[in-house]
């Protein structure tokens, strides 16, 4: 069956993996976007970006992984952009078109992205090949129509941190690719607080670059 | 003047430092002891055990910094051991004695040894040069004579978790070696909880072993 992968994901050493007050400046909160700098470097993060160039190494054998097998992506609302509440136009907004995501015209997933939210609304084809879809029936409902529409690929799930947390505490994480950037935040967002990864154990853990890989799977019963 | 320093603190990749229900058999709660199998494994580690052998490179570097130029160490009470309340008898002890810490008639600290607790108790001096003292006037009284007891030499900062999370939180703290392990505890005792780490930053990560080391020092005001 199809897998639910996470890549990429990345803490500081104290574990948030957004900073507090995201907003259009700040889509991973105030802080939070240092978190990033590693993918941002590699030759997947400047491909992403829509340019030549990057480094090679480990840190993109993992940010590339995260683009391999995957048919369909579940995110969250905070993921998706920093609008809470109803759906509607955000007043510092140029356009007078609803928000369609961080991502532009084109965005890069080229797949169905299924946005999880409390506020209804009908889905939106973009360029290339990506149409989000927004999702009101709660984590489950969102991973069955992903594997509908992912046929033999694999989901990734993407943030917030509350997302993947719920797809945790759930037990439906197949893989989670984490990632602990060499930053502290001292506030936001905490991925793996409380017991969200109890069920789950390191199959490997590497840090030869500025940043530390962690994996982990399922434990087994 | 002296420096405050913590070495070797080790925590879960969710951030734990120790397992839940610290007991005689789970000095640092359950599962906990897997946080240490890195330290244990190095020279340093086999030597603090009275053994020969043991690991050289980075882990054992780290390791054994923490041993270089330190007059006087400063614990909590948890990590003295198990006990809570008033001092007596451990009811399991097959002796008649009061608990005396966790390392036998020998400790490997060669020095005073500054135990914070709520409970008064008169000082015992144990062989090789260790003297443990009861602190009951808080974490500035305990590194004021920690201060004094240690001249010129710096000053070790022992757990558990809420013992150096105090003296961070109280700017204090110098210098800390954190360690992350490739284990999930799911439960516990979090170090670096809320806004704990904010003031510092991480001036070194490396992790080119099981486990990665992340060195912090305040941050520049």
Chains 1, 2 share one sequence.
Not at 47 to 54: A, K, P
Not at 104 to 118: D, I, N
Not at 147 to 155: M, P, Q, S, V
Not at 159 to 188: F, K, Q
């Amino acid at each position: 069956m199809a897998r639910l992968r996470v890549h990429n994901v990345t803490v500081s050493v104290d574990g948030f993996m957004a900073g507090p007050d995201q907003s259009l400046d700040h889509p991973l909160g105030v802080g939070g976007g240092r978190l990033h700098e590693w993918v941002l470097a590699t030759r997947t993060g400047y491909r992403l970006m829509g340019l030549d160039g990057g480094s090679d190494g480990v840190d993109e054998d993992y940010a590339a992984q995260g683009e391999v097998g995957i048919g369909a992506t579940i995110m969250g609302r905070n993921m998706f952009g920093p609008i809470r509440g109803p759906w509607r136009t955000p007043s510092w907004s140029d356009s007078d078109q609803p928000w369609n995501g961080w991502w532009g015209a084109e965005p890069p997933f080229h797949h169905p992205v299924f946005v999880l939210t409390h506020h209804p609304r009908p889905s939106v084809t973009m360029a290339g090949g990506t149409t989000f879809y927004f999702v009101t029936g709660g984590i489950h409902d969102a991973l069955d129509q992903a594997r509908a529409a992912a046929g033999d690929l694999d989901i990734r799930l993407g943030g917030g941190a509350s997302n993947i947390a719920e797809y945790l505490r759930a037990g439906l994480v197949d893989y989670l690719h984490l990632v602990i950037a060499p930053v502290l935040l001292g506030t936001g967002e905490r991925l793996l607080d409380g017991d969200v990864a109890a069920g789950y154990t390191v199959s490997r853990m590497v840090g030869p670059t500025d940043v530390t890989h962690v994996e982990m799977v399922r434990a087994a019963a």
